[in-house]
């Protein structure tokens, strides 16, 4: 080989390169988001990329997820990491599957997660979860501890 051909070679891998990230202006703000609310997200993106039998036992999925809070809040959670994650160029989106998208799928689709008693596949909404039970707890002091606003000295 001669030396035009390795100038060649050279300038062949300068142009498959990736192009350099680009500086953000100060000013710009945030980037725009893909899926403008966790709705868009779940009906137009995860629904499509998260597909599974729903007739499947292992399951279970209910049409009207926006019915169940815990479902809206682990999707909404979902949502945002997407948006953030999907930036990154390296390890984002295979960091939002690992830590994000398989943890709170597989707590969402748990037969006797928060879509117990619904079936996507009998068309069925019958949540039969109800919100956890509590005490109230009546020590004051106990309260101002677990809120981190005692102070030990006494000095409130």
């Given at each position: 080989m001669t030396e035009d051909d390795f100038d060649e070679l050279d300038a062949l891998d300068d142009a498959s390169a990736a192009?350099?990230?680009v500086a953000a202006a100060d000013n710009a703000?945030?980037?725009p988001l893909e899926f403008e609310s966790v709705y868009d997200f779940v009906e137009q993106h995860?629904?499509?990329i998260f597909a599974r039998?729903?007739?499947?036992p292992q399951f279970r999925?209910?049409?009207?997820?926006?019915?169940h809070a815990e479902a809206v809040s682990r999707l909404e959670a979902l949502h945002r990491a997407y948006e953030h994650l999907r930036l990154d160029p390296g390890t984002g989106?295979?960091?939002?599957?690992?830590?994000?998208?398989?943890?709170?799928?597989?707590?969402?689709?748990?037969?006797?997660g928060t879509f117990d008693g619904c079936s996507a596949g009998l068309d069925r909404h019958s949540p039969v979860c109800t919100i956890l039970p509590v005490?109230?707890?009546?020590?004051?002091?106990?309260?101002?501890?677990?809120?981190?606003?005692?102070?030990?000295?006494?000095v409130q």
């Open positions: 192009p350099p990230p703000g945030p980037p995860l629904v499509t039998n729903i007739d499947n999925w209910c049409k009207k997820w926006w019915a989106m295979s960091t939002w599957w690992r830590d994000h998208a398989g943890p709170a799928m597989a707590a969402l689709l748990d037969p006797q005490e109230p707890m009546d020590d004051a002091l106990l309260r101002q501890i677990m809120a981190g606003r005692f102070q030990s000295d006494g």
